[in-house]
């Protein structure tokens, strides 16, 4: 067997085996404010949402109503200069593109974009609208994005990003194009409106 | 059976001909329509038949008309038209070099395939080494392999259900994408016999069939500049999907060459048409492979298109690989390459974008928005022109 295989393998196994009792999901109820990833960043959810315990990054965390592949609400709070969006799998043989102190604004959707098309090797994504916004109380960007994903589904999202103090907050939402992101959208933007920065 | 018995005559004949003295491989004669026989490849068919009803409807499928046609004739004039007529070809976005033949039919190209050839020779070899494995029908043999690793995929499906994590469906899903994967690894001598089969077809065809050789060589070329972009110690042929199994690659490519006709390396490799064919698709392809974030392997990709000429596009896509790595030095570079795409085609907007961005970032404001407001003036509707439009009046750092 391929060492590709056994390396899938086993990764099934060990997550089977120890997540019982490692892992647990939190709740994130309607109207209580909360802090992202023990950085400065609140936000107060309109409605209910689950925070999955699949973490991805230091500075980042997911949220979810069914469940990621079907609504996945990923925030980012405040990333260094220097550091990928994601943990990079191999630093060395899978880098991750980085951002950085020169990084521009209009530059955060192609870094969003050159991160998904290399973390999931797909050749799929558009950024299909790009708008100055304000978020966090600061100039920022908007941007709306459509890609297909290794799972051959098409997945429609949205981001609202700013560079504060150097650091990169951004909040990302993508759901299936069909029902799912239509449905949840007016939820992720009520939470980007409550986001707030001490 | 008979037509088996044929075919089996003929692969002999290929055998031989190559122990012995350097014999051009010949491919046996087309034993027409094949339909399924026994249980097991009745099955098989029946389910690849299922797969490709679905798959025909997949989001990764690239249904530009012109492409898809191109890509069959090229297949047919490498392997004939009547051996071609067996096959519906599917050409899917997935950025890495790999094609592969379902045993009903189904061809799938990727994408990345069409962006590493450089000549309708050198594509030929590769549908034609898939086409080999078809015509031979090693999938069948290869039924057991499948049956095994369906008894892991059993077993993975239900430990990963006991997770229901996210991290954990996506390590099933990736282990489901390498056993499929290893159902279209064959032996090492399933792949020599293809091979024999694939330069077969070339020498029969109107095509070069010495291009077969150089697809493999640039491939590893591709892979050791990688590698040492990234300063590995030595590459990783093994994670290549297309050739993970294939022998090794200096047998490889001296057998290559070896089983091409002499007299025929004179023929066209038809590299002309084939550049032609597919200019309009190129920048996407590009694209595709830039935002991969391979560096080195980008470069490498890049500089052997450039070998028949510098274009705009070409030169395009250095300025954005050097842009999205962002050291100051790549800066300097990439406004140098977006200049270069702007001495070539002065309507290539995305170059006076890049060329802006890069200018502003290494300090140069004035002529940064000035390269800024000729992409707006270009292309005025732009996804991101409000954005960029707030960037020309007031502008970022003062010096």
């Known amino acids: 067997m391929m060492p590709g295989l056994v390396r899938a393998i086993l990764a099934v196994l060990v997550a089977a085996l120890l997540s019982p009792a490692a892992m647990a999901h939190k709740l994130r109820e309607q109207g209580v404010a909360v802090t992202i990833a023990d950085s400065p960043l609140t936000v107060t959810p309109g409605r209910d949402w689950n925070r999955l315990d699949g973490n991805i990054g230091k500075r980042t965390e997911n949220w979810t109503l069914d469940g990621g592949q079907l609504n996945d609400l990923t925030f980012f709070a405040g990333i260094e200069p220097g550091k990928p969006l994601v943990r990079e799998r191999s630093k060395k043989r899978e880098p991750l593109p980085r951002f950085g102190a020169s990084t521009l604004l209009v530059e955060i959707p192609e870094l969003f974009e050159a991160t998904y098309r290399s973390a999931k090797q797909i050749a799929d994504f558009r950024v299909t609208d790009v708008q100055p916004i304000r978020f966090l109380g600061q100039e920022g960007v908007m941007f709306a994005f459509e890609y297909v994903d290794g799972d051959e589904l098409t997945r429609k999202g949205e981001a609202q990003a700013a560079i504060v103090g150097g650091r990169l907050y951004m909040i990302s939402f993508d759901a299936p194009r069909l029902h799912y992101f239509a449905r949840t959208v007016e939820d992720y933007r009520k939470i980007v409106a409550s986001a707030r920065l001490p | ?399």
Not at chain 2, 35 to 47: C, F, I, K, T
Not at chain 2, 302 to 319: D, K, M
């Open chain 2, 1 to 399: 059976m008979i037509a088996r018995a044929r075919l089996a005559i003929g692969l002999v004949a290929l055998v031989a001909g190559r122990m012995g003295q350097a014999e051009p491989a010949l491919p046996p004669p087309y034993a027409g329509a094949y339909q399924p026989q026994g249980v097991d490849e009745q099955g098989l068919w029946a389910l690849m038949d299922e797969e490709e009803r679905r798959f025909a409807q997949s989001d990764m499928v690239m249904r530009e008309a012109a492409l898809q046609a191109y890509v069959t004739k090229v297949l047919c004039d490498t392997v004939g038209a009547d051996r071609c007529g067996a096959t519906r070809v599917y050409i899917v976005r997935v950025p890495v070099f790999n094609a592969s033949m379902s045993p009903n039919g189904l061809m799938q190209v990727y994408s990345g395939l069409l962006l590493r050839v450089h000549s309708e020779a050198e594509l030929g070899a590769v549908l034609g080494h898939e086409f080999g494995h078809f015509e031979a029908r090693h999938s069948l043999e290869q039924l057991k392999t499948q049956r095994s690793s369906g008894d892991v995929m059993a077993w993975a499906f239900v430990l990963a259900n006991m997770a229901p994590s996210y991290d954990v469906v996506r390590a099933y899903r990736n282990l489901q994408l390498t056993i499929i994967g290893n159902f279209y690894r064959f032996g090492r001598n399933q792949e020599r016999e293809a091979d024999g089969l694939g330069i077969g077809y070339l020498n029969s065809s109107a095509l070069r069939p010495q291009a077969a050789a150089q697809v493999w060589e640039r491939l590893m070329s591709e892979f050791t500049a990688d590698a040492r972009a990234k300063g590995l110690k030595k590459p990783r042929f093994d994670r290549i999907p297309f050739y993970a199994t294939h022998p090794p690659e200096a047998e490889r490519a001296a057998t290559l060459t070896l089983l091409a006709r002499p007299d025929a390396a004179t023929r066209d490799d038809g590299a002309a048409r084939y550049r032609a064919a597919l200019a309009p698709w190129l920048p996407q392809l590009l694209e595709d492979q830039i935002k991969l974030n391979d560096f080195g392997a980008s470069e490498f990709i890049i500089q052997s298109l450039a070998e028949s000429g510098w274009t705009a596009p070409l030169w395009h896509a250095r300025g954005e690989l050097y842009r999205m790595r962002g050291a100051p030095r790549d800066l300097v570079h990439a406004a140098q390459f977006y200049a270069q795409a702007i001495a070539l085609d002065d309507t290539h907007a995305e170059a006076h974008r890049g060329l802006g961005l890069s200018l502003l970032k290494s300090g140069q404001t004035a002529p940064g928005q000035q390269a800024l407001r000729r992409y707006l003036a270009l292309k005025p509707d732009a996804p991101d022109a409000k954005l960029i439009g707030m960037m020309i009046p007031k502008e970022v750092p003062a010096p």
